[in-house]
């Protein structure tokens, strides 16, 4: 199957293995970044040079390595943009045995699905956690990562949506749902 996807720095068609005529999806961390007040949350804007999000806001967050536990994923991918340290998950992953020998860990985020219009199909998998430190940009990357008061970033879901992107749009919508 071929898909639009963003490789490195700008779009192309690649052909995307697939199992049984569906693509195979890799699964993307996000993290709702809250500050140890917990009165702010952490957002950045996209970096990506030819990107067509670039300058939106988004959450922190980014491809799931192979192997990897979910807090590591998350910790990695919000240090890698923001240089802010994770200090905990709100709802602590729990590492469960298999009789297969192999780990499985469970957790409760939230999940966002994209490609519903036919796109590339991912997944976002959205863990809350608590950070600390002072954000710095990524170039190339991400830029003005800092922390929003959450009465700013829920008025902004309502008055001016178009400055997330669609992801990151549907994340915070399904948090503050959970929260309010």
């Known amino acids: 199957m071929t898909y639009r996807v963003w490789v490195d720095d700008g ?11 569906e693509a195979l999806v890799v699964p993307n961390v996000a993290a709702i970044v809250l500050n140890e ?6 957002l950045q804007r996209r ?3 030819g990107e067509p ?3 939106r806001l988004e959450l922190p967050g980014g491809r799931w390595a192979a192997g990897e536990s979910p807090d590591a994923a998350v910790a ?3 240090a890698e943009e923001t240089g802010i340290e994770v200090i905990r998950l709100i709802d602590p992953v ?5 009789g297969l020998h192999r780990s499985c860990a469970m957790a409760r985020p939230v999940t966002v699905v994209n490609g519903l219009d036919g796109s590339y199909p991912s997944l976002h998998v959205v863990f ?10 990524q170039p190339g990357e991400t830029a003005e990562p800092r922390w929003w008061p ?3 970033v829920r008025e902004l879901l309502v008055t001016k949506p178009e400055q997330l992107i669609d992801q990151s749009r549907a994340m915070l919508t399904a948090y503050f749902s959970q929260v309010s």
């Open 150 to 152: 959450l009465g700013q």
């Open 53 to 55: 999000v670039r300058g």
């Open 128 to 137: 809350e956690c608590v950070g600390r430190g002072d954000p710095r940009p």
């Open 11 to 21: 779009w192309v068609d690649v052909q995307v293995p697939e199992m049984g005529g």
């Open 47 to 49: 970096d990506k040079p």
């Open 76 to 78: 990695r991918e919000v």
């Open 94 to 98: 729990k590492q469960l045995e298999s």
């Open 37 to 42: 007040a917990g009165d702010a949350l952490l």
